[in-house]
């Protein structure tokens, strides 16, 4: 079984400020680590993911995570935000073995407030 | 291409009453996912169909839910004798053959009063 913790369940940020959402997870194999943004009254968008290969990831709207396995972390950044970028953001994880079909397991979310 | 859809967008249902919702999925997308959110317990996965069949329905919270899907494509989710603790965000989810990333619908709101 997996679990994901956002640390944050708020983060308040000025517009063209830079943003870190920090996410860790616990399973006993190896995972896949998803995140998505979800805007007011829609459903989830995928920003990025990792599957494998580089821990570096880059994703859309400019936003970009970094896998780090001996500290079980997936934060996602981004360098400067936009008012456009306020929603919440959820870390999700999946186990890698088998098919890699099967459930996600989401963070709480943090939700994130771009001020001008 | 179009994406995951889902009927109705909204639904208000007394206490009691079943209720049917809907989810039609990419196109060509063997997998299909259901999970549920809310104010307290966050999102949660509900059951998830390969082709047909569930193999994993662990998150249906009682018997009062079910889902079924057919032609491998549409499925529904049924609550019977709804509750106000159903009362929630009804999200469906779509995967393609292989897996990876799953591609999710606007959502059902359903609130029971």
């Known amino acids: 079984a997996q679990s994901v913790t956002q640390l944050d369940s708020q983060v308040p940020v000025f517009e063209e400020a830079p943003v870190e959402l920090r996410c860790n997870y616990s399973?006993?194999?190896?995972?896949?680590l998803f995140w998505y943004v979800q805007y007011p009254n829609q459903g989830l968008q995928l920003l990025l993911k990792?599957?494998?290969?580089?821990?570096l990831v880059k994703g859309i709207n400019g936003f970009e995570a970094e896998f780090n396995k001996s500290q079980t972390s997936f934060h996602l950044r981004k360098p400067s935000v936009h008012i456009s970028d306020t929603a919440e953001y959820f870390c999700?994880?999946?186990?890698?073995?088998?098919?890699?079909?099967?459930?996600?397991?989401f963070g709480q979310g943090t939700i994130l407030t771009v001020h001008p | 291409g179009a994406g995951v859809s889902q009927s109705p967008s909204n639904k208000v249902t007394e206490k009691g009453k079943d209720v049917e919702l809907r989810c039609d999925p990419i196109?060509?997308?063997?997998?299909l996912y259901w999970y549920r959110q809310s104010l307290g317990q966050g999102l949660e996965f509900l059951i998830y169909?390969?082709?047909?069949?569930?193999?994993?329905k662990s998150g249906l919270p009682s018997d009062r839910f079910s889902a079924e899907r057919t032609g491998g494509s549409v499925s529904t989710l049924t609550i019977q004798r709804t509750q106000q603790e159903d009362s929630a965000v009804y999200l469906c989810?779509?995967?393609?053959?292989?897996?990876?990333?799953?591609?999710f619908g606007p959502g059902t709101r359903l609130l029971v009063l």
């Open positions: 990792y599957l494998s290969g580089s821990t």
């Open positions: 399973s006993s194999v190896s995972v896949y």
């Open positions: 196109s060509g997308h063997t997998a």
């Open positions: 989810a779509s995967s393609p053959l292989g897996g990876g990333t799953q591609y």
């Open positions: 169909f390969q082709g047909n069949s569930a193999p994993d």
């Open positions: 999700a994880v999946k186990g890698a073995g088998g098919t890699s079909y099967g459930k996600l397991t």
